[in-house]
């Protein structure tokens, strides 16, 4: 049998199952060196890192022909017992709350052990999401605090796996009572009549709030349809004035009035411009035995309001002038002024305005 080094006391033995100088078995101390070596690994995987480190202690000594693995072996848990202390106290400060100190004792370490260095990372994972989240939470705090609640909205929902989290589902639950209350805001000024404020409330609402844009998509959409309505009559309104029909414009101009009321300070120079242009025949109705101004929507501004005048007598109705009677004129009622009356029942005498039905489509709100 061929000569072999002994690797405990390193001298050569003619005998190559057992040394002649320090009797050791060669299969024997291999085994035994191998089993010490998984010993110390089961140690380790356990967490036990003391009891790991004063078995590796012995190794060196115990097989000098692995001395400078087990140094190495040694130094490594030395270290791992350093960074388990060091995550411990990570483990303490991120409990804590302080996840700046966290981030600094667990920076730039490696643990020799496996599940130890897995452990290191998720805790390093975890705190560098709640820095994140907690750098959030402040500016979308600061946010809410300045009343920029889109930015402070947009910042929370942004916001995942934080510690915090009751908190940011605090303020979200803030945040939906006041995009709640000015919903319903805009919602009190179409009940108003205040269309044109209601449609840059809801504007105001889609842009700086886009989720939004479902819940209050119905509202924008009337609003914008009316105001095309509006525009539509108004359009048609200035086209029959440049056309000098005068009494279908300050009709159109009049309905806008009743309509839009904030539209007036627009049509009210069209409808002063328009004055005495406009003028009504009551030529037309004679076979009428008699003519109720009112029923017309023609209100006299005096004392006439609501009288009755004979058609056959009547001549024309000057929108502008008005006329008071005396009691044995001629001419009693022949001019008054020609104002749109709103609770009048609609005329189904004269012939109706050539009103394109298309255009102005029929808008209830």
């Given at each position: 049998m061929a000569d072999k080094t002994c690797p405990k006391c390193n001298k050569r033995s003619e005998d190559g199952l057992s040394c002649q100088h320090c009797h050791i078995n060669f299969d024997e101390y291999e085994t035994s060196k191998q089993e010490k070596l998984i010993e110390v690994r089961v140690l380790l995987s356990e967490n036990k890192y003391d009891a790991a480190r004063e078995l590796a202690e012995k190794l060196p000594g115990q097989f000098p022909d692995n001395r400078t693995d087990f140094l190495l072996l040694l130094s490594n848990i030395?270290?791992?017992?350093?960074?388990?202390?060091?995550?411990?106290?990570?483990?303490?400060?991120?409990v804590e709350g302080d996840f700046n100190r966290t981030s600094m004792l667990l920076r730039n370490i490696k643990a020799f052990d496996p599940n130890l260095n897995e452990k290191v990372i998720s805790l390093r994972r975890k705190v560098e999401r709640n820095?994140?989240?907690?750098?959030?939470?402040?500016?979308?705090v600061q946010a809410f605090d300045g009343g920029n609640y889109a930015e402070a909205?947009?910042?929370?929902?942004?916001?995942?796996?934080?510690?915090?989290?009751?908190?940011?589902?605090?303020?979200?639950?803030?945040i939906s009572y006041v995009t709640g209350a000015m919903r319903e805001e805009a919602v009190e000024c179409i009940r108003k009549k205040q269309f044109d404020v209601a449609r840059e409330k809801f504007a105001a609402l889609q842009s700086a709030f886009?989720?939004?844009?479902?819940?209050?998509?119905?509202?924008?959409?009337?609003?914008?349809?009316?105001?095309?309505?509006?525009?539509?009559?108004?359009?048609?309104a200035k086209q029959a004035q440049k056309e000098k029909r005068f009494l279908e414009a300050k009709i159109l101009y009049s309905y806008l009035e009743s309509r839009f009321p904030e539209f007036l300070p627009q049509i009210l120079p069209h409808i002063q411009e328009i004055g005495h242009k406009a003028v009504i025949s009551l030529a037309d109705l004679e076979d009428l035995a008699i003519i109720d101004l009112s029923a017309l929507g023609l209100d006299d501004d005096r004392e006439g309001r609501g009288k009755l005048y004979s058609a056959a007598d009547s001549k024309e109705y000057v929108a502008g002038d008005v006329i008071t009677p005396d009691a044995g004129s001629d001419d009693k009622g022949q001019i008054t002024a020609v104002v749109s009356s709103r609770d009048s029942p609609a005329d189904t005498?004269?012939?109706?305005?050539?009103?394109?039905?298309?255009?102005v489509a029929d808008f209830v709100l």
């Open positions: 030395k270290r791992d017992i350093s960074i388990v202390d060091k995550y411990e106290q990570a483990q303490k400060a991120y820095l994140q989240n907690n750098e959030k939470f402040n500016r979308a909205k947009s910042l929370f929902k942004q916001i995942h796996g934080f510690d915090r989290q009751d908190e940011v589902d605090g303020y979200l639950e803030k886009p989720d939004m844009q479902e819940e209050i998509e119905g509202y924008a959409t009337l609003l914008g349809k009316r105001v095309e309505i509006k525009n539509n009559i108004f359009n048609a005498v004269s012939s109706p305005l050539q009103i394109d039905k298309e255009g």
